[in-house]
């Protein structure tokens, strides 16, 4: 497929003279150029409010499908997700070759998206019980909503102004995604699951307006290169699936993005089971009388914890992980951390243990891991920015969590596993995924090295 064209990822920026106030305080992360200020805001804005709209109803999801339900419910209805999503990469791709610009689609997805809650508040207040159907909306919701947002992201800015302000972009959704738990830990009891639902459909409708501002507001300098549509490269019913599959460096993102998916969902998994079981033996202790509020605190007070800690490594560590070791050295970092995390469970997978290694495990997936993965779009063309990475983070995605259902299914019906065996298991992956991490870093690097200067 065609790469876009971009300035490489070159040395160490000096802080040029002529910063604004924002762009010195920006600086103090990662390199700044002048003009760059007005840009990162928009986006740094954008992203924090999408995420903070997620994580303001997420802990709502987790306890009414595990009140309504179990934790082996959860992870079934995580399949279903994927079932979904397959069904929609084919209408993405239709819609996908029919708008231009393809950065419409954003604007297009955000306010279908947002408009779908009231629904489920009407259900609700008809006496419907709506958990199981929540839980799913909000996976598919998650997937499309922020694979559109990066995708948006990575066709503002070229390869070398990307890999610098990513780290910034991440920032803000890093800030979002905690202070949405920590409101949502607040909120809940005033306003129910359903007023959050409400608020959520309002955040989600106030980050349209910031699409246009924000490409207007992009320097030349640091600009994407404007390129030629090429519909032909995902043309046809899977036009999408073809060209991840026709093109290496997508193939092994797809491969990568489908491990990642299935280790981190399957110790959700540990996560929820643990979680219940003990949520179960306070109320036989007499500690606590309702189960599901007290899972509702849990899940707000964890998500809370592990964005401060991703909020953390995004502002003190992305930044400086990237220029010492490179973008692709980052994404080797993660499958090496879950290696060691779920080596730890195998042997003691107690309900503490397994709270604060999904805490460290989940932390890096939202910070370094997420930025890194996202960098990863910035060689490609519109088409592999948009519905390249749209079929990655639905279809290869929740590709993950069908495998991780049946291994749930398999582990939990046929062999009756316990935690430390299903801890095994994502060992083993966590080996895989490092592989498939190493190719990409290599290609990657590979892509955007300068190229080499010809004799005059």
Known sequence: MRRGCGAGAGGALSVAAGLSA???????VTPVRAGEGRVVALM????????????????????????EGSAELRSYAVAFQALILIAIIPVYTAVFRRIFPHYHLVAMITAFLALNLPIFVLCANAGYQVGLEFFIWLGIFNVLIVAQFWAFAADLFNVEAGERLFVLIMLGTSLGAWAGAVASKVLMASLGPYGLMLLTMALLLATIPVIPLARRAVPDASRAPRQVSHPEEVSGFWGGLRLVVADPYLRLIAVFVLLLNCINTTGEYILARVVKDHAGA??????????????????????????????VVQLLFVARIFRAIGVGGGLLIIPVVSAAVYGLLIFVPVFAVVRVAKIVENSLNYSLQKTAANALM?????????AGKTTIDTLFWRLGDLVQAGIVWAGYTWLSASVGQFALMNFGLSLVWFAAAYGIAGRYRRMTAPAPATAG
Request: proline fraction near 3%; aromatic fraction near 20%; charge should be negative.
């Open 22 to 28: 924002t762009e010195r305080l920006l600086s103090l």
């Open 282 to 311: 306070l109320v036989a202790a007499g500690t606590i009388s309702d189960a599901g509020a007290w899972i509702g605190e849990f899940y707000g007070d964890f998500y809370a914890w592990l964005n401060f800690f991703g909020l």
């Open 378 to 386: 910035l060689p490609l063309d519109e088409e592999g920015k948009y």
């Open 44 to 67: 740094f804005a954008k992203g924090f409010l999408l995420l903070f709209a997620y994580y303001l109803v997420k802990p709502a999801r987790e306890a009414l499908i595990l009140t």
